[in-house]
């Protein structure tokens, strides 16, 4: 009986060790895999910027994103080409709203300072779309593994392809108290201006830096926490086009183009510039082999 059970303790653990063996083929060579992974998107710098400035923007400059947090899928691949060098490869998919609340809030205060008479409210309302990311980047990395858990740090190039935040705008300046010059009777004037900016999506060289921690919970599944920095310059070709009316008996379009100095974007054709960077954290698994 005893023979039996000691026979039984050494075949449990040459077991137990061989799985464990089978878990971690190579405890110190980093191992090829391939991830999914979700996440946020955090804007940094000019495209999480909120504020026309003090005078509005101006053309030639570049044009603030007003990006909201937003949220990115990715699918991701490394191969390692020896124990600790590989080369990676992912492609992904971004999301970030337009601040619509921070850029009326923005533009109306910058009109404020240029119109100072209080017999005159202006209201900017409008709809904006939102952005839209598809990324795909390729580039060396460098990996390391102690048991579990590995550790990958790689810089990428790629393209990205972003929508632009389209938008309809229906802005309402009422002058009270206006004086009609013939007869000296006052009145209320009402003009709408409803404005509408297009553009392309734009297409953009991007860098990106980044770094992830896998953990193996079995033989090949992994669970992933990844960080990573993606930046660029994204150039839009906008287009816009507006339409005013108004109850202003005196009114007439020559004489109509107050609004275009405090809104330097609105030109018949604008090209905008738009530095990006965005940090981007997520979780997600990966299949390790």
């Not at 937003?70 to 601040?99: C, P, Q, R, W």
């Not at 740090?153 to 010059?181: E, K, Q």
């Not at 392309?200 to 860098?207: F, V």
């Not at 405090?262 to 390790?288: H, K, R, S, V």
Request: proline letters at 4%; hydrophobic letters at 35%.
């Amino acid at each position: 009986m005893k023979k039996s059970i000691l026979l039984f303790c050494m075949i449990l653990s040459v077991s137990i060790y061989a799985q464990e063996k089978s878990l971690v083929p190579n405890e110190t060579a980093e191992r090829s895999f391939v991830a999914f992974s979700v996440g946020g998107i955090f804007p940094v710098g000019n495209f999480g910027n909120t504020s026309l400035g003090f005078y509005g923007f101006s053309p030639g400059a570049d044009f603030p994103g007003f990006a909201k947090i937003g949220y990115h899928v990715e699918l991701e691949g490394t191969k390692m080409l020896t124990a600790n060098f590989g080369i990676s490869g992912m492609i992904g998919y971004g999301f970030n709203a337009f601040d619509k609340e921070a850029f009326e809030s923005s533009d109306n205060y910058i009109y404020s300072l240029y119109n100072s008479d209080p017999n005159i409210n202006y209201q900017h309302n409008g709809t904006y779309d939102n952005y839209h990311h598809l990324f795909m980047m390729v580039g060396p990395s460098v990996g390391f593994r102690l048991d579990k858990l590995s550790l990958d740090a790689r810089f990428l190039f790629g393209v990205i392809n972003s929508s632009f935040f389209n938008y309809t705008t229906n802005d309402v300046t009422t002058t009270y108290n206006a004086t009609d010059p013939n007869t000296n009777a006052t009145y209320t004037n009402i003009e709408t201006d409803k404005r509408v900016g297009t553009a392309p999506a734009s297409t953009a060289l991007a860098l990106s830096l980044g770094a992830s921690l896998r953990y193996s919970m079995t033989a090949h599944l992994a669970m992933l926490f990844k960080t990573e920095l993606i930046w660029g310059t994204l150039k839009y070709d906008s287009k816009y086009t507006e339409t005013t009316t108004s109850n202003d008996p005196y009114y007439t379009n020559s004489n109509y183009n107050y609004n275009y100095y405090y809104m330097g974007f609105i030109q018949p054709t604008t090209n905008i510039n738009m530095p990006f960077t965005m940090f981007n954290m997520g979780i997600g698994l990966a299949y390790e082999f």
